[in-house]
């Protein structure tokens, strides 16, 4: 079986390290790699992928923690990413497997243009993606937000799998983070190579197949990984046992009673697989998916001293845990705009001190409004080259994020500050970041940056 694993940014560029390094021991798999990433040095330090499979985008000094950095970058280095992708993909890959940090600019930013290139070439994929644990910034959580939300839409994406991070924690209390974090890429790699090797393996009973592992990525929406392995004499009831190999999982909570697919390998000594425990698993899962798809192997082997299960299940509803992410990002991105928004106005209102004599501000001389307004919604037609200072625009206008302005204000604020005296070049750079989501009317000829 052959998979192309494509790392997208920090977090998603180590787990593509680790699934080509952990991998590279298994014979009955075959894995492309590569990696996507907007910070020169980080993107060095993956040393089991090939160094003509790494791609630097955007500045190379990273996307300081912003998703809208990372998304720019990829827009700008299109052609270079579905270049590398093209190179890549083989007539016999079966797996194209995204790995993100949804919490970083980078991979938040880059992951949804890979899928709509993927589509491009009339290819699906699958995504592993971590989520920012609870105790970290708002910038982080609106950053996992966004990307999820951008790449859960995206057509081309098939299975997109969560890991939460605050499952760390419980899992692996006393180790250091690092080793943690490598603990969590070796579970989510272990759980396709287990799968893999049970679909070479031979069995007496019910066997899955390569087929079937791959069909079962085709189930749109979010799925979970199953890894458990435990002393076969501890296991009483197999159905139990199994509901228990997800519950405890790494991966975001889901609700089992929504997956519509799920494909399960079961291994552990002849003893344990009786006609009555079989029957019970089967049983556990035609109540979990009534009427709809339940792969499951048996692999009973004698002499053996564990009892493990490895399995997915797919097709699933939105989990609360990411449910849960999107609504704090929001509550908490209104108080940090407030925040802002209130320093903002204590900051033009002075620090008190007053002379008898007012010292007079003085007023811009703008044009009239009417006159910029008809000249913007004229841009419909033809082409104003604006792509060596829609950059530097988007980067003022971000400095005065919250900020409502009029379109004169506008246009005056980035001549004085960007010294472009091309007006219409301005204009087309107003228009196309309205476009972008950047900039926001909010009632005519006003626009509030976002």
Not at 247 to 255: E, Y
Request: proline residues 3%.
């Amino acid at each position: 079986m052959r998979f192309l694993t494509i790392g997208l940014g920090h977090c998603g560029g180590k787990i593509a390290n680790d699934f080509k390094r952990i991998a590279m021991e298994c014979r009955k798999i075959l894995v492309d790699v590569c990696a996507i990433n907007t910070d020169k040095a980080d993107l060095a330090t993956h040393r089991q992928i090939p160094e003509e499979n790494k791609l630097l985008i955007g500045s190379g000094k990273g996307a300081a923690k912003n998703w809208k950095e990372g998304y720019e970058a990829a827009i700008q280095a299109r052609t270079n990413m579905k270049w590398l992708v093209e190179k890549l993909l083989m007539p016999d890959t079966d797996v194209i497997v995204l790995t993100i940090g949804e919490g970083g600019g980078s991979g938040s930013g880059i992951a949804p243009i890979i899928v709509e290139i993927l589509e491009e070439l009339g290819k699906s994929c699958i995504a592993i993606a971590t989520m920012p644990f609870e105790a970290e910034s708002v910038k982080a959580k609106v950053n996992a937000a966004m990307g999820l939300d951008l790449l859960y839409r995206q057509e081309a994406l098939k299975t997109l799998i969560c890991i939460a991070n605050d499952k760390i924690i419980a899992h692996f209390p006393d180790k250091l983070l690092t080793k943690a974090y490598e603990k969590v890429n070796e579970t989510v790699v272990d759980t396709f190579l287990g799968l893999v090797n049970l679909a070479h393996l031979p069995s007496k009973a019910d066997r899955i197949d390569e087929s079937e592992l791959a069909s079962i990525f085709e189930y749109p929406g979010f799925a979970t990984l199953a890894n458990y392995k435990t002393s076969a004499n501890l296991v009483e009831n197999l159905a139990v046992t199994l509901r228990h190999s997800w519950n405890g999982s790494l991966f975001a909570d889901v609700d089992a009673s929504t997956a519509t697919g799920v494909i399960f390998g079961v291994k552990g000594p002849t003893s344990l697989f009786t006609t009555v425990q079989v029957d019970s698993v089967r049983r556990t899962f035609r109540e979990l998916l009534a009427g709809r798809d339940a792969m499951l192997g048996i692999y009973p082997v004698e002499r053996c001293r564990w009892a493990s299960y490895v399995g997915i299940l797919a097709g699933m509803d939105v989990p609360g845990k990411v449910r849960e992410l999107l609504e704090v990002a929001k509550g908490e991105y209104q108080r940090h705009r407030e925040l802002l928004e209130a320093r903002v106005k204590l900051k033009k209102e002075g620090l008190g001190f007053r002379l008898s004599e007012r010292v007079a501000t003085p007023q811009p001389t703008l044009r009239p409004l009417m006159e910029r307004r008809e000249q913007l919604e004229s841009i419909t037609t033809g082409y104003v080259d604006i792509s060596q200072h829609i950059g530097g625009i988007h980067r003022l206008l971000e400095r005065h994020s919250g900020e409502t302005h009029s379109l004169d204000e506008l246009v005056d604020l980035i001549q004085s500050e960007l010294a472009i005296e091309d007006e219409h070049v301005i204009i087309t750079s107003i228009l196309e970041l309205q476009n972008r989501g950047y900039l926001i009317e909010i009632r005519k000829n006003m626009f509030q940056i976002a």
